[in-house]
């Protein structure tokens, strides 16, 4: 039987593009070698035409940040019924805002960090919050903008308030844990596995150390106590469901085993479009569950839907 016609949308306009960029010529690559017709799309503000002419049978959303992570992407695919990957509208929209997240989150029982939202303005020479405590942009994500602010520290962050920020005016302030950090993929309504993230040479897991080869080592899967690691997994699929995801997530934690065995594990945010780059955590949590890459795309394209 002919296989779909498959656009990957790709690259964008946001500070992620480079990023997107990747993922998205990877995810055509695997998909064209599945025997899927493939057609790359580098989306601009036309993008709405350009999907009128080509009629995909599926969209494949490789955009990441603003306008292809935020819900703006999904509504052009649903107003012109285009089955798309990845979560819908309303979804993409709550998981995008860090604040609206992370109430829902709560209010299913998840752990969580405190936290309060201010405008950048506002911050001035006063701690918002007593240090430690991160400072990071309510609706980016490849870590752009997030600062940490260590015990000691006189003052809050001067880039807060300069015209060099770029990632808007209201920013979470969020109490630092210290510890280890995990990530778990969700695949469908099935976790498929946690892994450890280790920074190599960046105090957090930063833009580089995400997509710098060598920039991180990933243990998965990780090597954490049996009872932490389901408590990861059941915390991402409980998650996924309460923001209304579907298609493929990624949840990320925090841990901290300093005090005691149990320690206190903390729920940071989940990725409605998680990155799918060579050095990418998805696809290699989804090979140590034994599916490939072409595999999990495969699945991803023949899960596209509207309306869902």
């Known amino acids: 039987m002919k296989k779909k016609h498959v656009a990957v949308l ?13 993922s998205g010529t990877a995810c055509a690559d695997a998909l064209e070698a599945e025997g899927y017709r493939v057609t790359r799309v580098d989306v601009d503000r036309d993008i709405a035409r350009v999907l009128g002419e080509l009629k995909p049978d599926v969209a494949f959303n490789a955009l990441h940040g603003p306008y292809g992570e935020d ?90 308030g300069s015209a060099e920020w770029g990632y808007g005016e209201r920013v979470m302030v969020e109490r630092y844990v210290h510890g280890r950090e995990f990530t778990c993929a969700v695949m469908g309504e099935r976790a498929l596995g946690v892994s450890e993230i280790m920074p190599v040479g960046h105090s957090f897991y930063d833009y580089d150390s995400k997509y710098a080869p060598g920039g991180s080592k990933h243990e998965c899967p990780a090597k954490i106590s049996p009872n932490i690691y389901q408590k990861i997994e059941t915390i991402s699929v409980t998650a996924h469901r309460a923001l209304g995801c579907r298609g493929v997530t990624r949840s990320d934690f925090r841990y901290d085993d300093r005090f005691s065995e149990e320690g206190e594990l903390i729920w940071l945010e989940i990725n409605t479009q998680p990155g ?25 394209v023949e899960d596209a839907s509207c309306s869902r």
């Open 10 to 22: 790709m690259g964008g306009f946001s500070s992620e593009r480079p990023v997107s960029l990747s």
């Open 71 to 160: 819900g703006t992407i999904q509504g052009v695919l649903e107003f012109q019924a285009i089955p798309y990957t990845h979560s819908g509208v309303l979804a993409s929209a709550l998981a995008m805002d860090k604040d609206l997240a992370k109430i829902l989150a709560r209010a299913v029982g998840i752990p969580v960090a405190p936290s309060r939202i201010v405008n950048r303005f506002e911050i001035g020479d006063v701690h918002p919050m007593d240090p430690p405590y991160v400072v990071k942009p309510v609706n980016e994500g490849s870590s752009f903008g997030v600062v940490i602010v260590h015990e000691g520290q006189s003052h809050p962050p001067q880039i807060l």
């Open 276 to 300: 799918m780059t060579p050095t990418s955590l998805v696809p290699e949590i989804a090979a140590a569950a034994g599916i490939g890459f072409g595999e999990l795309l495969s699945w991803m």
